[in-house]
């Protein structure tokens, strides 16, 4: 059978379009896939931002304006990467059309928004949504995700999911609305970094009972447009230590979302430990994912190990790519674009999906316990 033809418009040509529509030109190295994206359709409120889309034959629609593309009954998918303070909006518009959407994170400006959205889909059941999380579709991630689900861990012990890079680290560095409240909204960090933190936790299960947060603003102002220090009013760091549970039994859990974190890059780090086994994997080595086991060593008695295993370029959805090559962001961007478009056509079955729409509304709330926590100096619930 021939593979479904559906057309993808960009709403927003900066950084992330740009790695959606590089992840699209290279559909041919997914094997067997049901569907096939074109990218037919850019905007931007900037016009020289969809310049670099030139380079794709396929585009044949740019604008200033997205309504136009809501407007085209060509487009069957929008994916959206906009400010956080333009979200709601956006999104409730693009649902509205009966379109299908790839939201960025985190659905929303804060709470209200996200279920302003989340009323939009129940109005509109026909829009499929998705929000954008790649981190988990590297290899390693995956085979952590299925450690810990094959129940190896036994008894937990204590769980941890990480976002660290220092993109902030510059105290010089310009303001721009990742640092302001107004547009980026009063969960900072959190907003911007937190669903690659909790996109696995709570799909294996583990919503947290309480929140303790432990919020930083480590650069309280930065250079504005003429040079002089305006207000950076947003969350830098975050570090979330929650109770959660896995198979019934409590277990503390911590995500941090930081960006300013010395000698990181882009680091997105895993780690479930147990009394009968323990997993960890971190992008910073994308190769390796480490398990814990307790073994017999010949000549040495009964003893504690951390295995190292190579994990190859497989993910979710099968590719052309050897298996014993390695994977990098690039290729967890196609893989989450092949679970997003499988899940929609229906072929996804049970396997790993994006992100969805509750997880990332839940989310908000979860923020919003972390800054009454921090405030107050208490455990708060979700």
């Given at each position: 059978?021939?593979?479904?033809?559906?057309?993808?418009?960009?709403?927003?040509?900066?950084?992330?379009?740009?790695?959606?529509?590089?992840?699209?030109?290279?559909?041919?190295?997914l094997?067997?896939?049901?569907?096939?994206?074109?990218?037919?359709?850019?905007?931007?409120?900037?016009?020289?931002?969809?310049?670099?889309?030139?380079?794709?034959?396929?585009?044949?629609?740019?604008?200033t304006?997205?309504?136009?593309?809501?407007?085209?009954?060509s487009?069957?998918?929008?994916?959206?990467a906009?400010?956080?303070?333009?979200?709601?909006?956006?999104?409730?518009?693009v649902i509205?059309?009966?379109?299908?959407?790839?939201?960025e994170?985190?659905?929303?400006?804060?709470?209200?928004?996200?279920?302003?959205?989340?009323?939009?889909?129940?109005?509109?059941?026909?829009?499929?949504?998705?929000?954008?999380s790649?981190?988990?579709?590297?290899?390693?991630?995956?085979?952590?995700?299925?450690?810990?689900?094959?129940?190896?861990?036994?008894?937990?012990?204590?769980?941890?999911?990480?976002f660290?890079?220092?993109?902030?680290?510059?105290?010089?560095?310009?303001?721009?609305?990742?640092?302001?409240?107004?547009?980026?909204?009063?969960?900072?960090?959190?907003?911007?970094?937190?669903?690659?933190?909790?996109?696995?936790?709570?799909?294996?299960?583990?919503?947290?009972?309480?929140?303790?947060?432990?919020?930083?603003?480590?650069?309280?102002?930065?250079?504005?447009?003429?040079?002089?220090?305006?207000?950076?009013?947003?969350?830098?760091?975050?570090?979330?230590?929650?109770?959660?549970?896995?198979?019934?039994?409590?277990?503390?859990?911590?995500?941090?979302?930081?960006?300013?974190?010395?000698?990181?890059?882009?680091?997105?780090?895993?780690?479930?430990?147990?009394?009968?086994g323990?997993?960890?994997?971190?992008?910073?080595?994308?190769?390796?994912?480490?398990v814990?086991?307790?073994t017999?060593?010949?000549?040495?008695?009964?003893e504690?190990?951390?295995?190292?295993i190579?994990?190859?370029?497989?993910?979710?959805?099968?590719?052309?790519?050897?298996?014993?090559?390695?994977?990098?962001?690039?290729?967890?961007?196609?893989?989450?674009w092949?679970?997003?478009?499988?899940?929609?056509?229906?072929?996804?079955?049970?396997?790993?999906?994006?992100?969805?729409?509750?997880?990332?509304?839940?989310?908000?709330?979860?923020?919003?316990?972390?800054?009454?926590?921090?405030?107050?100096?208490?455990?708060?619930?979700?």
């Amino acid at each position: 059978m021939s593979a479904e033809t559906v057309n993808v418009a960009i709403v927003g040509g900066g950084l992330m379009g740009r790695e959606i529509a590089a992840a699209i030109q290279r559909w041919p190295a997914l094997i067997d896939h049901p569907v096939r994206p074109r990218l037919t359709a850019v905007c931007d409120i900037n016009p020289a931002a969809m310049e670099w889309f030139d380079e794709i034959d396929t585009v044949v629609t740019k604008t200033t304006d997205y309504h136009e593309l809501l407007a085209d009954d060509s487009i069957d998918v929008v994916y959206v990467a906009v400010r956080h303070d333009l979200h709601e909006k956006i999104y409730r518009d693009v649902i509205a059309s009966g379109k299908s959407l790839l939201a960025e994170k985190p659905f929303g400006i804060d709470g209200a928004a996200a279920q302003a959205v989340l009323e939009a889909m129940a109005e509109h059941p026909e829009a499929f949504v998705r929000v954008s999380s790649e981190m988990p579709f590297f290899p390693g991630a995956q085979l952590a995700i299925d450690y810990v689900k094959s129940g190896a861990l036994g008894t937990i012990v204590s769980a941890r999911n990480s976002f660290l890079h220092s993109s902030d680290l510059d105290v010089h560095k310009p303001i721009n609305w990742k640092r302001q409240v107004e547009f980026c909204g009063e969960a900072g960090v959190m907003n911007d970094l937190g669903m690659h933190t909790w996109h696995v936790p709570l799909r294996l299960g583990w919503a947290p009972e309480t929140v303790y947060g432990v919020l930083q603003n480590l650069v309280p102002t930065r250079p504005g447009p003429d040079g002089s220090p305006v207000p950076c009013d947003t969350w830098d760091n975050a570090t979330l230590h929650s109770w959660a549970r896995h198979e019934g039994a409590l277990f503390p859990l911590t995500t941090e979302t930081k960006r300013i974190d010395p000698g990181q890059k882009n680091t997105w780090e895993f780690e479930a430990i147990g009394l009968d086994g323990g997993v960890r994997f971190s992008t910073k080595n994308p190769k390796t994912v480490s398990v814990f086991t307790v073994t017999d060593v010949p000549g040495g008695g009964r003893e504690q190990v951390w295995q190292q295993i190579d994990v190859g370029s497989q993910s979710v959805w099968p590719t052309v790519t050897g298996g014993i090559f390695e994977s990098g962001f690039s290729d967890s961007i196609l893989q989450m674009w092949a679970v997003f478009l499988a899940e929609r056509h229906g072929s996804l079955g049970d396997r790993f999906g994006a992100a969805r729409p509750e997880e990332a509304a839940l989310t908000h709330a979860i923020y919003r316990a972390a800054a009454t926590s921090h405030a107050e100096g208490r455990a708060v619930a979700p």
